[in-house]
């Protein structure tokens, strides 16, 4: 519910999302790319499963008049990170009601020109990150430049190496990108290929859902790809 928080303080306060093709990355319920169709002009919802697909399908059906957006511009889509990206073309079967989460070639392009990502709650086991990050950085090499906002919550376990409660899962998730600060406005060329990131201070962002507690583990970032 943070991303979401964020995603609407930015289109109450400023225009950086009005018109942009969005993308929300395992999206579970749709939320944020729900509130992100206020202001785009295009939006990806993804997950994987004909189950939490057709949620989400519902949710943007329920939505849609409340929120004030337009049902056509919001595409509910399957993205398996298994498949990393570019996820195959298919084609809608009548027989199949799948089917009409499969991506068309042209919506691939499309969604290689989003300029901006959203992941919430995605790092929870290792060996999902290395997926989503492998699919990440797929998509962030192509087409567009492109900003990756990601919200996560530390989890902790006790770790029989260092006898001790450690975030483990954490520690995986910093290893994907260079952590620095104000990222986003460097023209920096000693960098090296890959994702750089940015820790973004929680007091900017205003809490309008009252239904979750922001605890001290909750982060959110913004991820940038750095190009060769």
Same mark, same amino acid.
């Given at each position: 519910? @943070?991303?979401?928080?964020?995603?609407?303080?930015?289109?109450? !306060?400023?225009?950086?999302?009005?018109?942009?093709?969005?993308?929300?990355?395992?999206?579970?319920?749709?939320?944020?790319?729900?509130?992100?169709?206020?202001?785009?002009?295009?939006?990806?919802?993804?997950?994987?499963?004909?189950?939490?697909?057709?949620?989400?399908?519902?949710?943007?059906?329920?939505?849609?008049?409340?929120?004030?957006?337009?049902?056509?511009? /919001?595409?509910?889509?399957?993205?398996?990170?298994?498949?990393?990206?570019?996820?195959? /073309?298919? !084609?809608?079967?009548?027989?199949?009601?799948?089917?009409?989460?499969?991506?068309?070639?042209?919506?691939?392009?499309?969604?290689?020109?989003?300029?901006?990502?959203?992941?919430?709650?995605?790092?929870?086991?290792?060996?999902?990150?290395?997926?989503?990050?492998? !699919?990440?950085?797929?998509?962030?090499?192509?087409?567009?430049?492109? /900003?990756?906002?990601?919200?996560?919550?530390?989890?902790?376990?006790?770790? @029989?190496?260092?006898?001790?409660?450690?975030?483990?899962?954490?520690?995986?998730?910093?290893?994907?990108?260079?952590?620095?600060?104000?990222?986003?406005?460097?023209?920096?060329?000693?960098?090296?290929?890959?994702? /750089?990131?940015?820790?973004?201070? @929680?007091?900017?962002?205003?809490?309008?859902?009252?239904?979750?507690?922001?605890?001290?583990?909750?982060?959110?970032?913004?991820?940038?790809?750095?190009?060769?």
């Amino acid at each position: 519910m @943070l991303l979401t928080d964020f995603v609407l303080h930015k289109s109450f !306060t400023s225009s950086e999302f009005d018109g942009v093709t969005a993308m929300e990355i395992g999206a579970g319920t749709g939320l944020v790319g729900l509130a992100q169709a206020r202001a785009a002009g295009r939006v990806f919802i993804t997950d994987r499963g004909t189950d939490i697909l057709d949620n989400c399908l519902a949710n943007v059906r329920l939505n849609s008049s409340m929120l004030k957006f337009d049902e056509a511009k /919001v595409h509910v889509r399957e993205l398996d990170w298994k498949m990393s990206w570019p996820p195959p /073309v298919g !084609t809608h079967d009548a027989s199949d009601p799948s089917s009409i989460y499969s991506w068309s070639a042209s919506e691939i392009k499309e969604a290689e020109q989003a300029t901006m990502l959203f992941a919430a709650d995605v790092i929870y086991s290792d060996d999902l990150t290395d997926l989503f990050f492998d !699919t990440v950085r797929q998509l962030m090499s192509r087409g567009a430049k492109k /900003v990756l906002y990601l919200t996560l919550e530390k989890r902790y376990n006790f770790s @029989l190496d260092e006898l001790d409660v450690v975030a483990n899962g954490y520690k995986h998730f910093q290893s994907f990108f260079v952590a620095q600060d104000g990222c986003g406005g460097q023209e920096n060329s000693t960098l090296k290929p890959g994702l /750089v990131g940015e820790q973004i201070d @929680l007091a900017s962002v205003p809490q309008y859902i009252r239904e979750y507690n922001r605890g001290k583990d909750l982060e959110m970032w913004k991820l940038m790809y750095w190009p060769d």
